[in-house]
């Protein structure tokens, strides 16, 4: 399975749970850290947690391996380690202050509006 596989499942996972203003990076030549990061929010504590647990579920019914979930217990920046995928699902008042997307300005937003309209 490929990295733009992996992020098409845990981007509609995420979008499944209305998931807010989902941006995808692609990190290749930017980062060695993974092909992808998916970033997004939700609006309550409750919501970032079954956006998180949705992309978890969903990557492990397709056969892939969650190296790492951490900070699903605060439910203020949930990182999701899937390999060649990292997901990063804030609280909508944490987003903004850590800003990935201008963090990783260097990385090229991929479209994502195929792939969550299948």
């Known amino acids: 399975m490929t990295g733009r596989d992996i992020l098409t499942i845990v981007a509609k996972a995420a979008d499944s749970k209305r998931a807010e203003d ?3 990076l692609n990190m290749d030549g930017v980062s060695l850290i993974a092909d992808y990061f998916l970033i997004c929010h939700g609006n309550s504590d409750k919501q970032v ?3 998180a647990r949705e992309m978890k579920e969903q ?3 397709n056969g892939i391996h969650v190296r790492r979930l951490e900070g699903f217990d605060e439910a203020r920046w949930i990182l999701i380690d899937l390999g060649d995928v990292v997901a990063h699902v804030f ?3 944490e987003r903004s202050y850590y800003n990935l997307e201008r963090l990783w300005g260097d990385a090229p937003i991929e479209d994502l509006v195929s792939e969550l309209e299948q």
């Open 49 to 51: 947690q079954a956006i």
């Open 59 to 61: 990557a492990e019914e």
């Open 22 to 24: 989902l941006v995808a």
């Open 91 to 93: 609280h909508k008042d």
